[in-house]
């Protein structure tokens, strides 16, 4: 069962899912952010050659839309999808949306009702059954990870005040001033808990009184009565034997920002990130290539397969990513190894879609951008308490 762990590193809260002995993933919380707030921006610039225009968020931020297809001085709502970085303004979405525990209500989509690749064929069905009788949103749905697995009646509650969200977001943003702020998202620290599948959950543990106090009043506190019985939230509390210290955090930290990754077989995968991209090699280590039957070749290059859908998850990378595999000379084992990969991927919930394996052996994946990655957030430092 996975635990969640709240602690401090630097002032920031820093949020680390682990599975036994295993780290899933880390996410550092600074800084305000704007990333999925609604508000009433003002339309500056439009760029034609660009086909996007430059929106004004308030005095002194505006950020970058991708469509000219608006009137300057115009006041519209917008969203925030993803934080500025350098010389990069904000950018910017008209396709609006809120998301809760069990559901995301947009105001357009191209189909009417979606679901989460977490969810199984059966979890599908069960909720396709409850839709039939309950009121249509009026606006498209997707279903989370954790819909299935709750009373309906818990769902519906909160279409319905998604939907009065959306509603008054629309009707009454032309009544609000510019930079006007329509809707605020919960804190990233509670949306990422929200990600959390709540039958995969046994524990959120911290030791900071003001997260503690955070995680009950907004995410714990409005859990169903059954997993509120189930989930533990325990406030840490040892000052000879820190939090940090009793879950091992500085060790799984610092082998999570490594560049190299040793695998159960003696061979190791080095992981190089560049803002282009990130190139993987597998390295066969203690074992001697020129002496390895392919049989074995094979063997190590899935182990690494396994490993590489992990630590694509585990350190949030984005973008496209190259896979340099140990060579092999029988097209049924590259075969063989391609479809490994991609059921790793799947089973690792990495959001990484393979591409291409070239005739050189090089194989290229991409994964969409969701906030920083694990380098990003650390930079060159490394886990110290405080």
Same mark, same amino acid.
């Given at each position: 069962?996975?635990?969640?762990?709240?602690?401090?590193?630097?002032?920031?809260?820093?949020?680390s899912?682990?599975?036994?002995?295993?780290?899933?993933s880390?996410?550092?919380?600074?800084?305000d952010?704007?990333?999925?707030?609604?508000?009433n921006?003002?339309?500056?610039?439009?760029?034609?050659?660009?086909?996007?225009?430059?929106?004004?968020?308030?005095?002194?931020?505006?950020?970058?839309?991708?469509?000219?297809?608006?009137?300057?001085?115009?006041?519209?709502?917008?969203?925030v999808?993803?934080?500025?970085?350098?010389?990069?303004?904000?950018?910017?979405?008209?396709?609006?949306?809120?998301?809760?525990?069990?559901?995301?209500?947009?105001?357009?989509?191209?189909?009417?009702?979606?679901?989460?690749?977490?969810?199984?064929?059966?979890?599908?069905?069960?909720i396709?059954?409850?839709?039939?009788?309950?009121?249509?949103?009026?606006?498209?749905?997707l279903?989370?990870?954790n819909?299935?697995g709750?009373?309906?009646?818990?769902?519906?509650?909160?279409?319905?005040?998604?939907?009065?969200?959306?509603?008054n977001?629309?009707?009454f943003y032309d009544?609000?001033?510019?930079?006007f702020?329509?809707?605020?998202?919960?804190?990233?620290?509670?949306?990422?808990?929200?990600?959390?599948?709540?039958?995969?959950?046994?524990?959120?543990?911290?030791?900071?009184g003001?997260?503690?106090?955070?995680?009950?009043?907004?995410?714990?506190?409005?859990?169903?009565?059954?997993y509120?019985?189930?989930?533990?939230?325990t406030?840490?509390?040892?000052?000879?034997?820190?939090?940090?210290?009793?879950?091992?955090?500085k060790?799984?930290?610092?082998?999570?920002?490594?560049?190299?990754v040793?695998?159960?077989?003696?061979?190791?995968?080095?992981?190089?990130?560049t803002?282009?991209?990130?190139?993987?090699?597998?390295?066969s280590?203690?074992?001697?290539?020129?002496s390895?039957?392919?049989d074995?070749?094979?063997r190590?290059?899935e182990?690494?397969?396994?490993e590489?859908?992990?630590q694509?998850?585990?350190?949030?990378l984005?973008?496209?990513?190259?896979?340099? =595999?140990?060579? #092999?000379? @029988?097209?049924?084992?590259? %075969?063989?190894l391609? &479809?490994?990969?991609? *059921?790793? $991927?799947? +089973?690792?919930?990495?959001?990484?879609v =393979?591409?291409? #394996?070239? @005739?050189?052996?090089?194989? %290229?994946?991409?994964? &969409?951008?969701?906030? *920083?990655? $694990?380098? +990003?957030?650390?930079?060159?430092?490394? =886990?110290?308490?405080?």
């Amino acid at each position: 069962m996975m635990r969640a762990i709240v602690t401090r590193y630097k002032g920031k809260s820093l949020l680390s899912l682990k599975d036994g002995e295993s780290f899933l993933s880390f996410r550092l919380y600074g800084e305000d952010s704007l990333t999925g707030s609604i508000i009433n921006g003002r339309v500056e610039k439009r760029i034609e050659n660009l086909n996007a225009c430059f929106v004004r968020l308030c005095d002194r931020e505006y950020g970058y839309l991708p469509t000219s297809d608006i009137k300057a001085s115009s006041t519209i709502p917008v969203q925030v999808v993803k934080e500025g970085k350098g010389d990069k303004k904000p950018l910017l979405t008209r396709q609006l949306s809120i998301a809760g525990r069990y559901i995301v209500i947009f105001k357009d989509a191209d189909k009417p009702v979606l679901f989460s690749r977490r969810i199984s064929a059966q979890g599908r069905q069960r909720i396709e059954e409850e839709l039939k009788n309950i009121k249509p949103a009026g606006y498209p749905l997707l279903f989370r990870a954790n819909s299935p697995g709750v009373d309906f009646s818990l769902v519906s509650e909160e279409i319905r005040e998604l939907t009065g969200l959306m509603d008054n977001i629309l009707s009454f943003y032309d009544k609000r001033p510019d930079y006007f702020v329509l809707y605020s998202p919960p804190d990233a620290l509670i949306r990422d808990l929200n990600d959390i599948k709540l039958d995969e959950l046994d524990e959120i543990i911290t030791d900071s009184g003001e997260d503690y106090q955070l995680i009950k009043r907004e995410y714990y506190d409005t859990l169903p009565e059954e997993y509120k019985n189930r989930i533990r939230l325990t406030l840490y509390r040892d000052e000879l034997l820190p939090l940090s210290v009793l879950v091992n955090l500085k060790a799984g930290l610092e082998r999570a920002l490594g560049k190299r990754v040793w695998l159960k077989s003696g061979s190791y995968i080095v992981i190089e990130q560049t803002e282009a991209l990130t190139a993987i090699d597998i390295n066969s280590g203690k074992n001697e290539t020129r002496s390895l039957k392919e049989d074995n070749i094979l063997r190590i290059n899935e182990e690494a397969a396994k490993e590489i859908a992990r630590q694509i998850k585990l350190r949030n990378l984005s973008g496209i990513i190259i896979i340099d =595999f140990i060579n #092999m000379s @029988k097209e049924k084992n590259s %075969e063989r190894l391609i &479809k490994s990969l991609k *059921k790793a $991927l799947k +089973e690792e919930n990495s959001g990484a879609v =393979f591409m291409d #394996m070239t @005739k050189l052996g090089l194989v %290229e994946l991409t994964r &969409k951008r969701e906030g *920083k990655s $694990l380098a +990003e957030m650390f930079g060159e430092s490394r =886990f110290s308490e405080g």
